[in-house]
């Protein structure tokens, strides 16, 4: 076994134990810091296959956007010390077996299916490369859904601080 | 990277994506549910880089996707974010269990 599988199977145990530590542990605080050390082991994964564009965009975005407000949205509901309540035996017992089964079930599948072979030409993932595929002047280009996200970004921009703002006094 | 075969790395997503699944059903707080949607969200990332990666290298399309869910990902964050905080304004709770103001 070569240090690049190893590296690999380390990520994803990583990945795994975070994960799972993400959505079993009780304070929603520790929750929240589970997720950063998945999200950042994702972002791991990502450097060990040679995406260093997807690795950079994970950490700023997911680690170091959405995490924060999900921290800072604890700390505005006054969560931070809060013990969750365990959930509901029945509850958690069928949601497990659920995705027991389902995970058994996927995992047959993609053993048992015949993985075509990969064309042999060589994968590069450069910002060069990106910026062509995004913004570039040819029929391939994603240039109208990379306009509609940006129209999507001011919407939901637009529509956060509306409906966080606080409502006015009616009479005054 | 080769010898990894990519039915590990697929079966690396498909556990993370479960397990978030499993923590949106037994969770009731709606930021612990909220943090269950981002792992899923990350496990289907996770299978479009690695089938661009296998099975179409002379492409990138399947890392345009990923930085696509990305963005719509932060976006839908923040808008669940402004709701679970506007709703703690009015109800004092972020129990999804409680909030059923609009079922009576």
Known sequence: MSASAIAFYCIAAFILITGILTVTTKKLFR?????????????????????????????????????????????????????????????SLFAGLAV????????????????????EALFDPSVKNI?????????????????????????????????????QPENK | MSEIPIEHIMMLSTALFFIGAYGF???RNMIAMLMSLELMLNSVNINFIVFNKYLFPDTIEGLGFTIFIIAIAAAEAAVAIAIIINLYRNTKNIDAEKADHLKH
Do not use: D
């Not at chain 1, 058994?104 to 072979?117: E, V």
């Open chain 1, 100 to 119: 027991i089964s389902a995970a058994a079930y996927t995992c047959t599948l993609l053993c048992n299916h015949y993985w075509m072979k990969g064309s």
């Open chain 2, 25 to 27: 059903l037994t969770r």
């Open chain 1, 31 to 91: 929750a929240a810091i589970w997720l950063l050390f998945s999200l950042i082991g994702i972002a791991a994964l990502f450097f060990w296959m040679e995406v260093e564009f997807a690795a950079a965009v994970q950490v700023i975005v997911y680690v170091g956007g959405i995490v924060v407000l999900i921290i800072f949205s604890i700390f505005l509901t006054n969560q931070e010390g809060v013990k969750m309540p365990s959930a509901l035996t029945k509850r």
């Open chain 1, 131 to 167: 910026g062509y595929l995004l913004v570039a002047n040819t029929p391939e280009s994603f240039v109208l859904p990379f306009e509609l996200v940006s129209v999507l970004l001011l919407a939901a921009m637009i529509g956060c601080i509306v409906i966080a703002m606080k409502a």
